[in-house]
């Protein structure tokens, strides 16, 4: 039987999670070894993120259209996209879903526990202090998802390989 591979691949997780790192993992193993391009949209390209200042759900709703703008762009001229994302509310999820509808979405939670997310985000030093455990707590959806990935159990690399192989389907 023919297997096809998921156009969108939805790494949600909280701040400091691994997302980006995860991100652009996969996208090199795609290429490598299914020689399959896929872009990567992600959160950060559309915020404006600064240590001294929180980020609100309204602050990401009102970014999450050109985000999905900019999946469906990517779409048109590539295998696949990635989209690397900390969703905090049903209304967001709702809308990524929505407008990527008729596209085969592989859904991730990206996770690892809060101790670690908050020992990563304090080496970081580039985030608001707070974002990691804010959007630990209030990731949307808390569960409906294709694949978990802990990345404290297992590295960058580990991980990539896992989601691709989930993401072809029969």
Do not use: W
């Amino acid at each position: 039987m023919l297997k096809t591979h998921c156009r969108i691949i939805l790494l949600n997780g909280p701040s400091s999670s691994g997302k980006s790192s995860l991100a652009r993992a996969l996208r090199s193993l795609f290429k490598e070894q299914k020689h399959l391009s896929y872009q990567i949209v992600s959160i950060d390209d559309f915020m404006k993120l600064r240590t001294d200042e929180k980020i609100y759900e309204d602050d990401v709703f009102e970014i999450s259209s050109d985000m999905c703008d900019k999946v469906l762009e990517y779409l048109k001229t590539n295998d696949g996209v990635i989209i690397d994302h900390v969703i905090t509310s049903e209304r967001i999820y709702k809308q990524l879903l929505d407008r990527t509808h008729g596209y085969e979405m592989l859904k991730v939670h990206v996770t690892c526990p809060l101790n670690e997310l908050l020992k990563r985000e304090n080496d970081r030093g580039n985030r608001c202090v707070g974002s990691a455990e804010a959007s630990y707590q209030y990731l949307y959806p808390k569960d409906g998802y294709d694949v978990g990935i802990d990345t404290s159990k297992h590295s960058t690399e580990e991980c990539a390989a896992l989601i691709m192989n989930k993401s072809f389907v029969s």
